[in-house]
Structure formats: C-alpha cells, structure tokens
C-alpha cells in the first residue's frame, strides 16, 4: 500500500493483515507445532512491520476460551496487550448479512472473511485455509507459514 505523505513523498503503508483466532490461540496457548509459525508471523504485528487486525467476533470468542482458563481479570489482560498492537475490524449487521450470503459452510469463518474485506485487509492469516475460499477470494489467504521471516 502506498500513503502519499505531507511532504509529497509516496512512503509504502504497512499491509493490513487479519488474523484467523487459531493463530493468535496458537502463541497465547504455545501450540506444538503451530507456535513455530504463528509465533513469527503475529511477531510481524508486534514489530509493526504489518498492521496487524483482528475480527471483533474474534475478541468475543476469545475472552470465552481465556475465561475458562485463567481469571476474568488476566482474560482481560492478555485482549488488553493484544489490542495494544492489533486494529479489530468491525462487524456490523451489514457484515453478517455478507457472510450470510458467502458459499462458505462455516458462518464463524465467513464472518471473519467478511470483516477482513470490509476493513479493507489485505490478507487473511489461518492454518484452517480449507474453510475459506480457494479460488476467487478477494484478499489474499494464507498459512502462518507463507508469512516468512
């Protein structure tokens, strides 16, 4: 992406990049052998190489799995650092009559595809790439893996 700058320059935007929650689970909960590639690939966001994003229907869910492990207050903890380095893409009712209407078998899944086209990503990060679109995307989806170093 390309940002034309107040001074007239054109400097290159970071890529704005959606993380599916098995990603992001994989670090918070060091997945063997997921972590190996995930790890690295949110490490980009943290860097602030990418613009690292994430689907409001993801917080939810995710507060939910962190809740029955660790404390209400450390949940909240771990989404608070999360969010300090992550944008979240909105999901409105306009974006779940979206997904609605997606050939996609999983509505958790289209929702979050929905969210990453309707907050204008780039690429969508997931290790499940089966449930989502194969062909005719309209961002880029991949495996933590094609994140590269």
Do not use: W
């Amino acid at each position: 992406m390309l940002e034309s700058a107040s001074d007239g320059c054109v400097r290159s935007m970071p890529e704005r990049v959606l993380f599916d929650l098995n990603v992001i689970l994989d670090v918070i909960e060091a997945r063997s052998p997921h972590l190996l590639y995930s790890g690295p690939a949110l490490e980009k966001a943290y860097q602030r190489k990418i613009q690292g994003v994430v689907s409001a229907s993801s917080i939810d869910t995710l507060a939910f799995l962190l809740q029955r492990k660790l404390s209400a207050q450390r949940a909240r903890r771990v989404i608070k650092d999360l969010l300090e380095f992550f944008k979240v893409a909105s999901v409105s009712e306009q974006t779940i009559h979206r997904a609605l209407d997606l050939k996609m078998k999983n509505l958790e899944d289209a929702i979050v595809y929905q969210a990453a086209l309707d907050d204008g990503c780039d690429c969508l990060v997931t290790r499940n790439l089966r449930d989502f679109p194969s062909s005719g995307a309209k961002i880029k989806i991949i495996a933590p893996s094609a994140m590269g170093s």
